[in-house]
Structure formats: C-alpha cells, structure tokens
C-alpha cells in the first residue's frame, strides 16, 4: 500500500528565501508524480508533473525533482513572494495508468511580506 | 470558462437524507475522478470512470453510487447520508496515456456537513 509523507508540515519564510518541501513515497512503481497547490477554501491547482521516466520539471520558478528508485520528490520554489501562501500536495500516481492519486498530508507554506 | 465545474458548492442536510453532488467538465477527458477530504484536510480517491466505466472503487460504503450519463459528467449520490459523511468533495478529470494530459484538474469541491 503506497504511503506518502511530506516534510514539513508547515513552514514560515521571510519573502524572496529560496525553499526545498520533500515528499516521500513507500512504493517506487509509479506511473508519474504531479505537485499541487490548494489555497485555502478552494479546489487544487496542479503545478508540475513528472513522468516516471523523467528526473525533474521546472515551470517559472518551481522546479520538481524525482527519484523514484529512492521513492522521493522535491519541490524547490525560487524567490518565494506572499502569494506562493498555500498547502502544496504530493501525489504519486499508482503503475498502470489507472490515474489513481495517492496523496500526502501537504505541506503548508506562509511567506510573509 | 471553467474546466470542471460542481454543484452545489455548499450542501447542509440531516442525517439520513440522500443527496447528490453534481459535476461536469468541459475539457473533453475521457476519464473522471471523485475525491474525498476530510477533516483533517486529508484527499483520498473514491471512484474513478473512464468512458462511463468504473474503473476505481475504493472500499467506499455502498450508500455512494457514482453515476455517469456521459463522458462530461460524473454524478455523486449518497444514500443515508452520516455525521461522518462530513468532508469536502472534490471532482477531477484528466486524459490518462496521453503524456501532456496526464494531468488532473480539479473542480472547487463541494463541502457537505450532515447534521
């Protein structure tokens, strides 16, 4: 059963840092890896996806990374700005092209003026 | 225009009513997806159908019967509904095999609290 952890739960930066969230996955066979975003009250956004055969995707100024050997993927977010404010959701994609999602907990991102 | 799109975006009722969640995409996938968060903001699949298929059901009592009449929409109904029925309902939908729309896109849930 494939269980997602992502680290840290929450976490409080000054504007303009430049910030690395973690994702680890149980279950190395999957199909592809996306990055979300979920404001508060609202649907999610997807952000990046990785195939599984990819190593990394880069979209402005959020770049993924996967290593799906050691089942992890990183999020780093480049010049955070007040409105990068959000939970950010892992979510590993199940072998089989089925689209079955597994997510993480999030992690909940503040950036302060 | 939006991509998917749900109704009602709030729902209060009483325990033991059935109640329906509707949701409708525009985006011409042929595969649909029901997700269900708690309160703890936990997101855990439901059901999935692609091309009016079920292809995903997960372990989801069966006072929850999806419905879809077409590939655009995919209904929600729950019988009975329960305290713990309580979350936030969220559909999606995406175009599985083909590599740039992977993606899933999400409609803006629909928060359910049973009385």
């Known amino acids: 059963k494939q269980e997602v952890t992502q680290i840290p739960a929450a976490l409080s930066v000054p504007e303009g840092e430049n910030l690395v969230l973690n994702c680890s996955f149980t279950?190395?066979?999957?199909?592809?890896l996306q990055w979300f975003r979920q404001d508060p009250g609202k649907g999610l956004t997807s952000l990046l996806l990785?195939?599984?055969?990819?190593r990394e995707q880069t979209s402005g100024r959020l770049n993924a990374s996967l290593d799906k050997s050691s089942g992890r993927s990183t999020l780093y977010i480049a010049a955070s700005q007040p409105g990068d404010s959000a939970t950010y959701l892992c979510?590993?994609?199940?072998?089989?092209?089925?689209?079955?999602?597994?997510f993480g907990q999030g992690t909940t991102l503040q950036v302060k003026p | 225009d939006t991509a998917v799109s749900q109704t009602p975006k709030y729902l209060v009722t009483q325990m033991g009513n059935d109640k329906s969640i509707k949701c409708e995409q525009n985006?011409?996938?042929?595969?649909m997806y029901w997700y269900k968060q708690d309160s703890k903001k936990f997101l855990k699949i439901m059901f999935s159908?692609?091309?009016?298929?079920?292809?995903i059901n997960e372990t989801v009592p069966n006072r929850f019967s999806p419905k879809s009449p077409d590939k655009a929409h995919l209904n929600l109904h729950i019988n009975s509904l329960e305290l713990g029925d309580s979350a936030v309902y969220f559909c999606?939908?995406?175009?599985?095999?083909?590599?740039?729309?992977?993606?899933?896109?999400f409609g803006p849930g629909t928060r359910l609290t049973v009385l």
């Open positions: 999606a939908s995406s175009h599985p095999g083909e590599r740039i729309t992977d993606t899933q896109y």
């Open positions: 279950d190395s066979a999957i199909y592809n």
């Open positions: 990785i195939q599984s055969s990819q």
């Open positions: 979510a590993p994609a199940a072998s089989g092209n089925t689209g079955k999602l597994i």
């Open positions: 985006l011409g996938h042929d595969t």
């Open positions: 159908y692609n091309n009016k298929e079920l292809i």
